[in-house]
């Protein structure tokens, strides 16, 4: 299938010098069925990037909110096999898939990044994968063509944020605060210094922001620092459990909130 | 070679899967470790709490009765349970304990199954003047509520864990998730053998006093070492901390691990058996999982066994087969728990009669000039409770 490319997307934008909204939902969440109209709507209003998250039992770095969107999605019976076949039905923009690492080892790590291929995946984020054990991945990613997207912290010294960007792809995800995602009131008085701090270290790579982002206001701040893309996950999982009871009002709230978070990325 | 290697690798077991949030806490955690171990002044506090405040060294006592009721091997049992606190727990904690105090943090978060690990930790942290949060799944918190309220009382503060299975593996995502948010003021203090480098190389450094011990004990009391070293097995810190000095021995060494209701109901805990290999919890080892990777719940009457990894050192020295694994179910365990404290005036924890009922099993077939260690690893008043319901008695 035709794979949209994340490096095509940026430039596009940034010619518009427009700020790329990625949005994030748990594939399968509420039910495996409910994923591509959720995808659809959010592309409608107006996602550039979509972030699918493949569950795992035990996600680590997410929050509340998305723990329990893995919870009800793999008690609806969602699989690798089953995501790759969601995924396949999303078109229009580029997809990232979002797992842990256990996932993609059980499945071969050469058959995950195919997987990948085959249904139009262009980039994998694997938040519990540092840099130091990536090298087998990086291999089977770079054979099948599927950038490997990397995280960066606060907490990412010089030497490894060198590391990182060695062999970062697609975009680097910037980890806004210390701790795990879901959405906070203020963001980290630090994120301003990080984005700096990147973007000082190389102008190659797109550079994205998430963990902790809800509102129009703090992504117009994130893109007012200078960041490429903005990443948008709890909030977005939020509306969905909230109206898991309602599907068209879920997809219109979906619709209507991207709409809202679109505008303010736009110059 | 010594393992870990420098990327915490026990021949491609162990690692470092943690979020980048982390990865710097876990090198300064690493360095510190690193530069304290070989601290001439570190080694002494250590020492000095060690004995006069723990009460080691624990003794290696022959338990004769138990010996002359089997008939076969002379069985010696390994004290642990006589460690202040009730287990072997304490060992760990106080070694890391005073670390983080050397590293300068303000807090320390644990987590625990049976509370055996949180009742140490607290007991480390108010002994040396500490803030302590441990994280316990409610599961747990039901079946071990008298080690909540001791934790209490010495004022720790217990955060129940409402998810997955709200067992130790949960309480285990909880710690992990308020370590990335409070990196720089706190410690996280790993309760066994598992999690990212270098917390398997560090629990089983502050553990090596048990064999260390039980080395120099039963060579002055046989003058010889034993034929075989029996130990429970839930992540696998008094395992490694008895078996890592008789590595290099002619010493049969075997971890027992919680056979739950049987291996083919599925509920059981019994990781080195009946797991695969996998990544979880920062550390690639054998895990229950299913096909898609994703961890299933395991399960044991004993708490403390109650986990679906192991430590990725025990993964390795399984496939090197310089250790053998069995497991025994909630029943036999039982049984053991009764035996013993009949027979011997001491009442085990649940998680040891594990390593009891299969050391009288191993005795039988042996001969009477042959020596069994069984590291005794808690005690188990924290397990009335729990014992009297799988009796039928009220108390």
């Known amino acids: ?267 | 070679m010594t393992l870990p290697d420098k990327l915490g690798r026990f021949d491609g077991y162990g690692g470092r899967f943690a979020p980048e949030v982390l990865m710097p806490a876990l090198e300064e955690l690493e360095a510190a470790f690193d530069k304290y171990r070989r601290d001439e002044e570190f080694r002494q506090e250590l020492s000095y709490y060690q004995t006069e405040f723990a009460g080691r060294p624990t003794p290696l006592y022959y338990a004769r009765n138990l010996t002359e009721q089997i008939g076969g091997a002379k069985i010696y049992l390994k004290r642990e349970d006589l460690v202040h606190g009730g287990a072997h727990k304490l060992n760990n904690t106080l070694g890391q304990v005073l670390l983080a105090k050397k590293m300068g943090k303000k807090r320390i978060i644990a987590e625990t199954g049976a509370g055996q690990h949180g009742v140490a930790t607290a007991i480390a942290a108010a002994a040396l003047g500490i803030k302590c949060e441990v994280y316990m799944g409610t599961e747990d918190i039901e079946r071990q509520s008298l080690n909540v309220f001791r934790m209490k009382l010495m004022d720790a503060k217990v955060i129940p864990v409402e998810s997955g299975s709200c067992t130790l593996k949960d309480a285990v995502n909880e710690a992990m998730r308020d370590w990335l948010t409070n990196i720089k003021s706190t410690y996280y203090l790993i309760g066994s053998i598992v999690g990212p480098h270098p917390y398997p190389m560090i629990v089983r450094e502050f553990q090596r006093i048990i064999g260390i011990e039980t080395k120099k004990q039963i060579n002055e009391k046989e003058d010889r070492l034993p034929d075989s070293i029996v130990a429970c097995v839930g992540g696998g810190s008094n395992a490694i901390g008895i078996f890592y000095e008789f590595l290099e021995d002619d010493v049969e060494l075997i971890g027992v691990e919680a056979g739950g209701k049987g291996i083919k109901t599925g509920k059981h805990g019994a990781t080195l058996c009946a797991g695969t290999d996998g990544v979880l919890h920062g550390a690639c080892s054998k895990l229950l999982q299913d096909k898609d990777g994703q961890i299933t719940v395991s399960y044991s009457i004993a708490a403390g066994l109650d986990y679906p990894g192991v430590g990725p050192e025990l993964s390795y020295l399984m496939k090197k087969n310089r250790i053998t694994a069995t497991s025994v179910t909630d029943d036999e365990a039982l049984e053991a728990f009764k035996l013993l404290s009949r027979v011997e005036g001491i009442v085990p924890a649940l998680e040891s009669a594990h390593a009891i009922y299969h050391t009288i099993k191993i005795a039988k077939q042996m001969k009477k000039d042959q020596i069994i260690v069984m590291n005794l690893s808690g005690r188990g008043d924290k397990d009335v409770f729990t014992i009297a319901d799988a009796l039928g008695e009220k108390i």
């Open chain 1, 1 to 267: 299938m035709k794979i949209i490319r994340i490096k095509e997307k940026f430039k596009e934008l940034k010619k518009r010098r427009e700020c790329a909204l990625i949005g994030f939902v748990t594939a399968g969440d509420p039910t495996p069925d409910d994923t591509v109209d959720i995808v659809n709507s959010m592309i409608r209003g107006g996602a550039d990037l979509i972030e699918l998250g493949l569950p795992f039992s035990d996600p680590i770095a997410d929050g509340v909110v998305i723990q329990k969107a893995s919870e009800r999605s793999l008690n609806a019976g969602m699989n690798p096999d089953l995501f790759f076949e969601l995924a396949k039905k999303i078109e229009k923009v580029p997809k990232v898939c979002l797992t842990y690492y256990n996932i993609v080892l059980q499945r071969g790590l050469d058959k995950f990044a195919r997987d990948c291929t085959e249904s139009g995946i262009d980039g994998l984020i694997v938040p519990d994968l540092p840099v130091e054990e990536a090298t087998p991945l990086l291999l089977a990613c770079n054979k099948h063509d599927i950038n490997l997207i990397f995280l960066v912290a606060q907490t990412t010294t010089e030497e490894r944020l060198q590391k990182i960007l060695e062999v970062s792809r697609g975009f680097l995800y910037v980890v806004s605060l210390l701790g795990v995602t879901g959405a906070r009131k203020e963001l980290s008085g630090t994120i301003n210094p990080l984005i700096r701090k990147v973007k000082q270290a190389s102008d190659k790579i797109p550079l994205a922001v998430g963990f902790g982002i809800s509102n129009p206001k703090q992504v117009k701040e994130v893109c007012d620092a200078g960041a490429d893309g903005v990443i948008v996950g709890s909030a977005f999982v939020k509306i969905i459990e909230e109206n898991a009871g309602n599907k068209e009002q879920m997809l219109q709230t979906l619709e209507e909130f991207t709409r809202r978070l679109k505008q303010v990325t736009k110059p």
